[in-house]
């Protein structure tokens, strides 16, 4: 959970800077074609979950292996 934590608050603070770039990018380049579509926080959203997912998977997965393992092998490997 600490290290999810500290995961976590960059993924937020990158989300933040992100999403007003991606925003006016977006928008500016979907205002060309002749069928326009709107984008809804929802797509922010969705990114967003998907990237924590992602992450909090990685993070359980690298601290699970972790913590499994026998400290007697990998001190025989040094």
Not at 25 to 51: C, D, K, R
Request: zero cysteines; proline letters at 4%.
């Amino acid at each position: 959970m600490l290290f999810l934590g500290d995961f976590v608050l960059l993924i937020v603070i990158a989300f933040v800077v992100a999403v007003p770039i991606a925003w006016y990018a977006m928008n500016s380049w979907l205002q060309e074609f002749a069928y326009q579509i709107s984008i809804t926080p929802l797509h922010f959203i969705v990114g967003l979950l998907a990237t924590l997912f992602v992450a909090g998977t990685t993070v359980f997965i690298r601290s699970f292996i972790a913590a499994t393992n026998n400290p007697i092998k990998a001190i025989r490997e040094d």
